[in-house]
């Protein structure tokens, strides 16, 4: 089936001979793909099954009788056609074509992808035709090469012009970057406006890496360490450690230097081969000689605690700072190296201490979205059974909390109830603050995909991300303002009779209080609070109301408010009156951000649930799991990561366990963060690398990689995936699976595990949910729960078909009125900040920092202004300006966004030197305890020029 | 949009309205194309900048740094070369190389090749002689030679009110399937080069079922030696415009196109002025939109399917076929195509009926055909002839070889028509006796080439031409023509000969021939093996076309 076309609906038959043989085949098929079919094998360049075919290297020329010959890729079957595809002459013509490319090939023995995967596509044609590349004909001038970009190199001499790779990057990925420049024999691919591929719009995903069959466009290595064949490279079948999308992916492993040589998309239902910059080249963090490697104790002289370098004591500009991330010389001579037994002896007695002295409610957790299912299942275990709290949470805080709480409020299910790649199915989706290209790339290119295969793609963001380029509408909302836009919307299908009724009739409660509310939301109305006018609004309720099936898919901008819950209200309604949910191509899909934060909720790392969303506060749930472990539980409900830190600072929780975690940078507020590690009688820190909280650390252990470790992980479609281990760990090293079990020994909870299958059945025994899953029928693929035939079965895509997971079976529908941001923007603060993040970078840059490509594509942190108000202020691109909030102030580079709106500007968090959350502000949504991390207010100032000869100041 | 099969991947060409228009009006504005206002199209039209740069690195007529004060464009193709254009532009190099207010550029046929060597200063045409006055700013003497009698196709006489026949069709006196039964009664062809049946090509459209539908005249003759259309755009506007309207009113296509080529402007503006009186008197409005386009240049559009995606915003790169335009045509809708000559022809027999028009033929023909006749010829201009004139009458009527010399060669039908040899003079200049010949009749442009001439080196040029004008789209001709012309200059510099190359270039022919996407492609080497063949002795020695399927 076409990538970029519709499907053909016709299903008439046709019957030709192909080489004599007969066959029949469906009107529109392909002569290629029919003999293909037949055991004909036609030989290609420019046509690849991945893609639509276009037919330009003309290689498989076949005779169907005409005048001239067909090329078998494009060409349809028709009736009676009389197909030769290997005759003399065509095979003449096959030589003679490979001659001509080879021709102004480089030589074999030069070229970048037969010196290194060592499979390039013209040279098997070569060989088979015995073509040499002296061959008679005039040998090519040199078309140059482009070396621009860090992890993939262009030789256009080795280029065919095949356009796979123009294919790849619009029809697979939709980053519309790669074109065909001038014309005739000077014709070259050509990025942008035949910019130098590293200064152009590439997002360096590598699809067209892994679509060009000759050596033009080639992976570089990346930290000295060789692309080889194949066949000389050991295949270990992952998944990305990245995002929430979970891409498969295969690692080519080099066991000589006991490093990853390259990566590559794998087939799976979901991810279907795909992979983004991140996953395909940035996994190289892994290496880094920064990793801890052996345990570490602060040293007496080192207290009291406080941070240790002068970058958390906040002195000095960050611009001193390049490189950003913590100053191992300055905050390693503050520990000791210890042994594992001394440091977990000392883990385990001080915890115990506090929890002795204090009580449970002095202890409290961290667990990580980025560790396996396993592992945070035996964190929470570790936490709860114990030390009998429920003071256990993770980063979902301040993700998608306000959207599960919607959820389990709506739908009685935090997961999403279809996946993204259904958005195919789909009339209209709505993509509701999600810069989702960014975020979730992959899935992006298959909602860039639907949109041209037909779906309407509403966009709805008050910054105009890259795929706000390819709405059909896109509705820049106010900051702010999301219940506001989707109130009007729903007063507006509802004012149209587009409500489905039977529908909200049989499956859901509480329809006329939502109405009753909407009667205050017209268009209007809602116009004059969102700023999208209400015709635009209206045409937005018609799109939505009268599709046949309707998805919506979110992102942090709809959950990171103090209105996060009611902004997912909404949503929940806008598919619960339409019906659209339930049936394929409709639902509710909040995308996650982690690659394990949907299987670190699932596992019970939450402070309201056990494994599989039990509530801690029922008695027949927390009487099961009494059962299971062996162990009096706390019947209350934790605190959650937000409470936490302020619990600290009343005295409440004095111990912390953190598996992962680096609340320093990731939470808001973080001078107040900072001051919470502080007051901490004893933390322990359990990482790869010294991080910003590691500087308040008593103990840090060093953990192992994801990539030297098993486990399984739950990506956004609810698909559980075995990641493998691809490498050792370094040194001492331990996988924190071990690690906790280690430490709930000495405290007297025994935990005796042999290997992560291990844990997963016991974890599997206690959720109905992952029911039937084991490491053996999960696979190479992974599969979707739940599954009720996981040996047959890729699982369920669409929930709640029949009924919804509340407890009555019916979605509540719950009104959501209006309220504004809690910092509004006033004379002294008049910019509102929105914060988030950059495509090459994850969450506290960590591991991103430290990977070769992403740190040398994105090195710097920015700010992103409109430049109408940059010019206001007199600021240029790349001049510092100080951004300052009623919590702190920070100075980075300006970088001119028109993706910005006047009055806004966006900060990615990721950055130490110029952390965002030292201004964001720690108000939380009241029920899904968020922070609001995408509103407060700032000033903004010019700082300064950009240094002379300072790295990043040159506008990209 | 149902995708017809056999329709390729979009492979670069990116959905939505056609970016050329902006382009064109960015580079009005500015005189080139900055990138700053680049970057703003493609933010404020959501389009990605590759399409952008896919397009201004395409069509000639776009610059992307600033204009010099004159653009000098001095034609190299062949009739140009003939008369010795290569010593001209050399001349004209010594005189303003240096002048950098002045940028000389050697350009592919102008299609003013009675006026060869021809150039244009600032799209201005006009002769060598002409070259001071045009740089003074004074417009050139450029139209053809003009014939004493009327043209024999045109049924209005001085002083009749013309779109006759469109108007009895518009009145409903006309049957639709009837046009169509005249028209394959009249056996008329397609006078663009390809000779398919123009009743059957009308029929096919009107049959189809998806709308809107559309028309466009082919004005984009671009051929080296070609220029017949750009006469009978001059002089007959009206029919070409009745033909077209005729057309759309069979087939039921709402909107109708005349792709014109911009070098063609003087005539553009005939046709403008004529489609105004149209639009005046109610003939063209809602319903029956007529528009001009003019090209943005590259002789490659005049391929009917590249000529579709230049409309469609596209780089101009003809498509797979099947689907033709017929079915799947401008945005995927069936499309009416013919040439200039062709709806010119159109209004004469639905006036006079099929027997009159057959009985225009000679020598077994039927009916007339236009030629431009140039080269090494006395009056090198454009004939409307009986179909079937020998070459030699039709010689004859261009005042025979100029200066008296002998003939040595002939294209009977442009540039990428093989060349032919004296003894082929008698071939009667029809479809198919020149077909027999091993040659086409192609786009009707006899190119007669004297002796002492170096045929090799003619031959050469014709491919420089192909090598140029190639496209790139797909692998035989992008690289094979540049390949063979790369050759054949060195063994003409060299003066090796042919011979140590021949086997090679002989293959790369028939490679080219039989796997190209387009007929630019499939004909490039025609010439030069052509000349190999007459070189060996003969035409018999060349490969003979394969039948139509």
Known sequence: VAISLEAPTETRTVNLTIDGVEVEVTEGTTIWTAAKAAGIEIPVLCHDERYDPVGVCRVCAVDVGGRVYAAACVRPCEDGMEVKTATDDLERHRATLTALLLADQPPPERDPKETTTADNELLVLARRYNVKRENGLPVGQGRGVDYSNPVIAVDHDACILCDRCVRACDDIQGNDVIGRSGKGYTTRIAFDLNDPMGDSSCVTCGECVAACPTGALTNKPIRDVPIRPRSQLRQVDSVCPYCGVGCALTYHVDDERHAISFAEGRPQPGSKSRLCVKGRYGWDYAASPQRLAVPLIRREESYPKGP??????????????????????????????????EA????????????????????????????????????????????????????????????????????????????????????????????????????????????????TLIVVDPRRERIADHADIYCQIKPGTDVAFYNGVLHEIIARDLVDHEFVATRATNYEALVELLQQYPPERAAQICGVDADTIREVARLWGEAGAAVVYWGMGISQHTTGTDNARCLIALCTITGNVGKQGTGLHPLRGQNNVQGASDAGLIPMFYPDYQKVDSSTVWTRFEEAWGRELDHERGLTVTEIIGSVLHGGVRGMYMMGENPFLSDPNINKVRKALAALDFLVVQDIFLTETAEFADVVLPATSYLEKEGTYTNTDRRVQIGRKVLEAPGQAREDWRVVCEIANRIGLPMDYESPREVFDEMVGLMQNYAGLNYDNLGPMGKLYPNPDPEGSDGTVVLFGESFGTEDGKAHLVPAEWMPARELPNDDYPFVLNTGRLLEHWHTGSMTRRSFALDAIQPEAHVFLNPGDAADMGIAEGDFARITSRRGSIELRAKLSHRDTPGTCFIPFHFREAAANVLTIDEIDPFGKIPEFKFCSVRVERAGPPEPGGNGAEPR | MAVAPGAEARAGRFPGPSLIPKLIAIQREHGWLPREELVALSRDMRRPLYEIEGLISFYPHFRTDPPPRVELHVCHDLSCWLQGT????????????????????????????????????????????????????????????????????????????????????????????????????????????????????????????????????????????????????????????????????????????IFIRHEYGPEEAVLRSELDGLRAVGLVGPGRELEIFTSPGGYILGEESALIECMEGHRGEPRNKPPF?????????????????????????????????????????????FFAVSGHVERPGVYCVPMGTTARELLERAGGMAGGAELQAFQPGGASSNFLGPEDLDVALDFKPVAERGSMLGSGALVAVAEGTDLLAAATNVLRFFRNESCGKCVPCRVGSHKAHAMLTEAIGADSGVQPIEEELTQLEATLRMTSICGLGQVALGPVASVLGLQRGGTAARPQPRSQP
């Open chain 1, 308 to 341: 240790l370098s002068g970058d958390v004591r906040g002195e000095g500009r960050g611009r001193r700072k390049p490189g950003g991330l913590v100053d191992y010389d300055e905050v390693l001579p503050h520990f000791r190296e210890a042994t594992w037994e």
């Open chain 1, 344 to 455: 977990l002896d000392l883990v385990a007695s001080r915890l115990k201490g506090i929890h002795a002295e204090h009580g449970s409610g002095a202890i409290a957790g961290f667990g990580s979205a980025k560790c396996s299912n396993e592992e945070a299942y035996l964190f929470q275990k570790l936490i709860r059974a114990g030390f009998g709290t429920n003071n256990v949470d993770h980063c979902t805080r301040l993700c998608h909390a306000s959207s599960v709480a919607a959820l389990f409020e709506g739908v009685g299910s935090g997961a999403v109830s279809t996946t993204y790649g259904d958005i195919i199915n789909a009339d209209v989706a709505i993509l509701a603050g999600t810069n989702t290209t960014a975020n979730h790339p992959v899935a992006s290119s298959f909602f860039k995909q639907a949109r041209r295969r037909g779906t």
């Open chain 2, 86 to 257: 290569e010593e001209r532009i050399a001349a004209i190099r010594a005189r303003y190389g240096d002048d950098a207010e002045i940028e000389l550029r050697e350009v592919s046929c102008l299609g003013r090749c009675d006026l060869a060597p021809a150039l244009a200063v600032d799209e201005r045409p006009g002769r060598m002689a002409d070259l001071d006055a045009l740089l003074a700013g004074t417009p050139a003497e450029t139209e053809a030679r003009r014939p004493e009698e009327p043209w024999p196709n045109d049924p209005y006489a001085e002083g009749d009110e013309r779109y006759r026949v469109l108007r009895r069709a518009l009145a409903g006196d006309l049957q639709r399937d009837a046009v169509i039964a005249v028209l394959n009664d009249a056996e008329l062809r397609g006078m663009g080069g390809a000779g398919f049946p123009t009743g059957k090509k009308w029929e096919l459209v009107a049959q189809q079922q998806a709308t809107p539908k559309y028309a466009i005249c082919n004005a984009d003759e671009s051929e080296p030696g070609t220029f017949k259309d750009r006469q009978i755009l001059a002089e007959q506007p009206h029919l070409v415009l009745e033909g077209l309207l005729l057309g759309m009113w069979v087939t039921g296509a709402e909107e109708g196109w």
């Open chain 2, 325 to 369: 335009p017929g079915v799947y045509g401008l945005w995927g809708r069936p499309t009416l195509m013919n040439s200039v000559e062709t709806l010119a022809d159109v209004p004469v027999i639905l006036d006079r009926g099929a027997d009159w028009w057959k009985a225009q033929g000679v020598n077994g023909a039927t009916g007339l055909k």
